[in-house]
């Protein structure tokens, strides 16, 4: 039996996203941030900044038009 961490439910458009994509670390690679920085957006304890925050929002608008991939 293989122990693993608490599983982190992540909730409005950035779960969404990530579940999208395929997972936290999927979406953390695209944006090239860490898993945990991605966990910390979708909580609301940080906020994007920055490129990673034009990414995400490049993101979101593929997502609205139906072409993420």
């Known amino acids: 039996m293989s122990k ?3 599983e982190i ?3 409005g458009p950035i779960g969404d996203l990530a579940r999208r994509i ?3 670390t999927k979406l953390a690679q695209k944006l090239g ?6 966990r910390n ?4 304890k940080r ?3 920055g490129p990673a925050e034009i ?3 490049a993101l979101f608008e593929q997502q609205s ?5």
Not at 33 to 38: A, C, M, N
Not at 41 to 44: D, K, L, P, R, T
């Open 33 to 38: 941030v860490e898993p945990r920085t991605i």
């Open 22 to 24: 395929g997972s936290v």
């Open 4 to 6: 693993k961490g608490p």
């Open 65 to 69: 038009k139906g072409k993420l991939e």
């Open 47 to 49: 906020t994007p900044r």
């Open 9 to 11: 439910q992540l909730e």
């Open 41 to 44: 957006w979708a909580q609301g």
């Open 55 to 57: 990414l995400l929002n």
